[in-house]
Nanobody, 118 residues
Framework: QVQLVESGGGLVQPGGSLRLSCAAS????????MGWYRQAPGKERELVAA???????NYADSVKGRFTISRDNAKNTVYLQMNSLKPDDTAVYYC????????????WGQGTQVTVSS
């Protein structure tokens, strides 16, 4: 059974930082592209950042220079360090695991709320 368990969300003031974690089980973690997506109220889910098994990264323009995605293949965990947070970053953040093309699996975590407000 595949599980993606996110943690680290919460309430933070503008300019603050948070670190999200996503622990994966039930997959061959090192071959999966791991991503963080977010969905704000009334908006579509969007990609925030992604990282390949080899460590190549991709970021949404809106978070470049502020967010950093990383992974620890030994711990089956992906992280999202979020700095200089803005109210527009408020959303539910979801972890995604995409095994294509090596594995057909595509899985989602349950989501964690991030609220940026003073």
């Amino acid at each position: 059974q595949v599980q993606l368990v996110e943690s680290g969300g919460g309430l933070v003031q503008p300019g603050g930082s948070l670190r999200l974690s996503c622990a994966a089980s039930g997959i061959i973690f090192s071959i999966y592209v791991m991503g963080w997506y977010r969905q704000a109220p009334g908006k579509e889910r969007e990609l925030v950042a992604a990282i390949t098994g080899g460590g190549r990264t991709n970021y949404a323009d809106s978070v470049k220079g502020r967010f950093t995605i990383s992974r620890d293949n030994a711990k089956n965990t992906v992280y999202l360090q979020m700095n200089s947070l803005k109210p527009d970053d408020t959303a539910v953040y979801y972890c995604n695991a995409d095994g294509r093309p090596l594995d057909p699996g595509n899985y989602w975590g349950q989501g964690t709320q991030v609220t940026v407000s003073s």
